[in-house]
T-cell receptor, first 109, second 118 residues
Framework: GEDVEQSLFLSVREGDSSVINCTYT??????LYWYKQEPGAGLQLLTY?????DMKQDQRLTVLLNKKDKHLSLRIADTQTGDSAIYFC?????????FGTGTRLTVIP | GAVVSQHPSWVICKSGTSVKIECRSL??????MFWYRQFPKQSLMLMAT?????????EQGVEKDKFLINHASLTLSTLTVTSAHPEDSSFYIC??????????????FGPGTRLTVL
């Protein structure tokens, strides 16, 4: 399967920006996804980016894609305590999504 | 739109019993549904992919006789954990793919089912 990697933990202060990074392996991926998982809950699709884009902005979220380096990042502006969660990046396989290990974001009040 | 429900949200059972978990796509038709297992502080582990009307495809290392999957309709898939043992205790999450969105790869997730086997 694909190997999608993320750092495991990130702590930021409330109001600061958070940047969550992800590296993926399949350069032919057409879409790349970011999911959020709050404690004890399923995954919620946050946003996705099409491979022919370098950047996508959606309110406080900015996704940057570097296809050459196979690097994807999610920036959360003005991070709030409600943003504390695990964030997964994912890339499509033949029939499925391959998820990264997840980054646990902790927002310090 | 694109809501997926799971039932039950949590279940406690005795060792040796069977437990059925339902996954429903409420407002779209899901030709493909996925079952994941998540251990504490770990990522999702794909167990199987189920297509409506056909047998599920299990990932390597997942016992198909222990984790029975049925995808009888375009809105319902079930996972039955047969003869459950304490090591089966986990968080089980289903997802459904809506082929009309996100290039067809986008998956919508249920809220998960916490299974505890005593």
């Amino acid at each position: 399967g694909e190997d999608v990697e993320q750092s495991l933990f990130l702590s930021v202060r409330e109001g600061d920006s958070s940047v969550i990074n992800c590296t993926y392996t399949d350069s032919s991926s057409t879409y790349l996804y970011w999911y959020k998982q709050e404690p004890g809950a399923g995954l919620q699709l946050l946003t996705y980016i099409f491979s022919n884009m370098d950047m996508k902005q959606d309110q406080r979220l900015t996704v940057l894609l570097n296809k050459k380096d196979k690097h994807l990042s999610l920036r959360i502006a003005d991070t709030q305590t409600g943003d504390s969660a695990i964030y997964f990046c994912a890339e499509p396989g033949a029939n499925n999504l391959f998820f990264g290990t997840g980054t646990r974001l902790t927002v310090i009040p | 739109g694109a809501v997926v429900s799971q039932h039950p949200s949590w279940v406690i059972c005795k060792s040796g019993t069977s437990v059925k978990i339902e996954c429903r796509s409420l407002d779209f038709q899901a030709t493909t549904m996925f079952w994941y297992r998540q251990f504490p502080k770990q990522s999702l582990m794909l167990m199987a992919t189920s297509n409506e009307g056909s047998k599920a495809t299990y990932e390597q290392g997942v016992e198909k006789d222990k984790f029975l999957i049925n995808h009888a309709s375009l809105t319902l898939s079930t996972l039955t954990v047969t003869s459950a043992h304490p090591e089966d205790s986990s968080f089980y999450i289903c997802s459904a793919r809506d082929p009309s969105r996100g290039g067809g790869y986008e998956q919508f997730f249920g809220p998960g089912t916490r299974l505890t086997v005593l």
